[in-house]
């Protein structure tokens, strides 16, 4: 019989400690299904974000780095100026890339450095206990927000990827969802252009990734995909900005 799915070689067998629903082990498989495909596995290497995703070191099987909260592009922007021959991505949360790190983020982005950004929008603070994040939509009830995000008292979400596709040295950004397996498929096929970029030295390159936090949400798993594809989605319409 033909085997037509098996682990990546780049994810190791073992269980994540992610809550059931949550976007995070789907878009690390996504990751490293596009490092396998790519044949770059020996070339990698990850900077992790503070979030969640704080162990995702745990789950891929190639070389990762740690970063303080936010400061991934500046821990990826010194690593692929030191070692350019490797390819150098960062995996971060909004709160992550927004909040704490939107100096960083800006910067790098400015820069043109040539990396590649995996930005996982879940709308809200998972890691500490569902806090507002920059992300966090109107009217969105959160531990921080229990009347919803008001914009007089808390701003608008803020829309990073068009944010930084004005700047010049940004070459290319994507936002996608994980909300349906045709939805994934097209998450991974942003993904892996966006590393094809970087190898193909195009320059800095960002997906941005609608997923899903059922747990701080209050939801469950099948009304948070319905949530995204109903209310999150037309907040963060999907495509190709740049
Ligand atoms: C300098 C600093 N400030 C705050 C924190 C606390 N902190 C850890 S994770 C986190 C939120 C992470 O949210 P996000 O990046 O959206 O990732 P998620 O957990 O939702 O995947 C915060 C505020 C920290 N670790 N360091
Ligand atoms: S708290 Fe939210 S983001 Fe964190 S693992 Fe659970 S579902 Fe995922």
Not at 75 to 101: C, S
Request: aromatic share 8%.
């Amino acid at each position: 019989m033909k085997k037509i799915i098996k682990r990546p070689r780049a994810l190791k067998d073992v269980p994540t400690h992610y809550c059931p629903g949550c976007g995070h082990g789907i878009a690390h498989r996504l990751v490293a299904e596009v490092i396998d495909d790519l044949g770059i596995r020996e070339k990698v290497i990850a900077v992790a974000p503070v979030g969640c995703a704080v162990i995702a070191y745990d789950y891929w099987d190639f070389d990762c780095s740690e970063a303080a909260h936010g400061r991934a592009l500046a821990v990826a922007t010194a690593i692929k100026r030191v070692r350019p021959e490797n390819i150098v991505f960062t995996y971060q949360g909004d709160g992550d890339l927004a909040a704490i790190g939107a100096n960083e983020t800006l910067h790098a982005a400015n820069r043109g450095e040539n990396l590649t950004v995996i930005f996982i929008n879940n709308a809200i603070y998972g890691m500490t206990g569902g806090q507002m994040a920059p992300t966090t939509l109107l009217g969105q009830t959160t531990v921080t927000t229990p009347d919803g995000r008001i914009s007089q008292i808390h701003g608008y979400p803020l829309k990073i990827s068009e944010i930084l596709a004005t700047l010049p040295g940004v070459k290319y950004v994507e936002r996608v969802s994980l909300t349906s397996p045709p939805e994934i498929i097209k998450a991974k096929i942003a993904i892996k252009q966006a590393f094809k970029n970087q190898m193909d030295k195009i320059g800095f390159s960002l997906v941005e990734i609608l997923s899903a936090c059922p747990t701080y949400w209050g939801m469950s798993a099948n009304d948070a995909l319905s949530w995204m594809k109903g209310t999150m989605s037309k907040e963060f319409p999907l495509g190709r900005i740049k």
